[in-house]
C-alpha cells in the first residue's frame, strides 16, 4: 500500500497537500474509495480512505490508527561529517533511512571539506526514504554542528567514534562495543578522518574507539556500515 507523509495530520479527515495530492491522483491514480497509509513521523501509522479524489486538494478519511508502528526498543544518533561530494551524504541519509536511524547529526570537523549541508534537500532525501521503506517514524536532521559540542553533550547510551589511526589497542570491533537494545551514537568522520586531538578528546568523554573492518571505508560506506551493525546487533 502506498504510503504518504503528512506531520500535521489531525483524524478523521486531513487534506493532503498540493504535491501529494497530484502523486495520489495523477500519478497513482486513485480515486474515491482507495485506500492508502498516512504517517505522521512521530510513529502513527493511518489507513485512510480517498473521499475526493482532486488533483490539488485530495482529502481523506482515517479508518484506523496503529500505535508506535515499527517502533524499535532503541534508537541510533548518527554523527557524520558531510562528504565533499553531497551525492554521497544524501545516499547515506537515504540508505540509513531505510535501515533505520533516528537521528542524523551532521559534524563540522578539523579536517572537514564541507562545512555546509542543504537542510531543506536533505529532508526530503530523509522523507522520501521514509515513505519508500515504509517507516512511522521520521528521523531528525540537526544542523552541522561542531564536533566539540556533539562530543559533550550527554548521551544516554554507547557513544563510539570510528577512526583510522592506529595506535594498537586503541580500537575495538563495533560488534563488541554494543549489545543488543543499546541506545547508540557514532561519529564518523571526513574523508580526511578525524584529527588525533579530536579523537582524544572523544574518548576522554567517554566514547569508545571503533573499527568497522579491515578496509578503509569512505565516509558514507563507513556510517552505513555502523547503522548496519546496530540493525544486527538487534536481530
Not at 496503529?66 to 544518533?77: A, C, D, F, L, Q
Not at 531543506?120 to 544542523?143: F, G, M, N
Not at 584529527?195 to 582524544?200: G, I, T, Y
Request: net charge negative; with cysteine; glycine share 6%.
Amino acid at each position: 500500500m502506498q504510503l504518504f507523509y503528512a506531520p500535521d495530520i489531525v483524524p478523521p479527515h486531513h487534506t493532503l497537500t498540493e504535491e501529494e495530492s497530484k502523486h495520489c491522483v495523477r500519478v497513482l491514480r486513485m480515486s474515491s474509495g482507495d485506500r492508502l497509509m498516512i504517517t505522521d513521523g512521530q510513529g502513527n501509522m493511518h489507513t485512510a480512505q480517498v473521499t475526493d479524489a482532486n488533483p490539488k486538494r485530495c482529502t481523506v478519511e482515517v479508518i484506523s490508527t496503529e500505535t508506535e508502528y515499527g517502533k524499535r526498543p532503541y534508537s541510533v544518533t548518527m554523527a557524520v561529517a558531510p562528504t565533499k561530494n553531497a551525492d554521497r551524504y544524501e545516499w547515506f541519509l537515504e540508505k540509513a533511512t531505510e535501515v533505520g536511524c533516528d537521528t542524523f547529526i551532521p559534524i563540522e570537523c578539523a579536517h572537514s571539506e564541507r562545512r555546509v549541508l542543504k537542510h531543506d534537500r536533505s529532508e526530503k532525501v530523509i522523507t522520501s526514504a521514509v515513505k519508500q521503506s515504509l517507516k512511522a517514524y521520521h528521523p531528525v536532521l540537526e544542523p552541522v554542528t561542531d564536533i566539540k559540542e556533539i562530543i559533550s553533550r550527554p548521551f544516554d547510551g554507547k557513544k563510539l567514534i570510528a577512526h583510522c589511526h592506529d595506535e594498537a589497542g586503541r580500537r575495538i570491533p563495533m560488534r563488541d562495543a554494543i549489545a543488543k537494545g543499546d541506545n547508540v551514537l557514532v561519529l564518523i568522520g571526513p574523508e580526511g578522518d578525524f584529527s588525533r586531538e579530536e579523537v582524544e578528546l572523544a574518548i576522554a568523554n567517554g566514547f569508545t574507539a571503533i573499527s568497522l573492518g579491515e578496509s578503509r571505508l569512505r565516509t558514507e560506506t563507513a556510517a552505513l556500515a555502523a547503522v548496519m551493525f546496530t540493525s544486527f546487533a538487534n536481530l
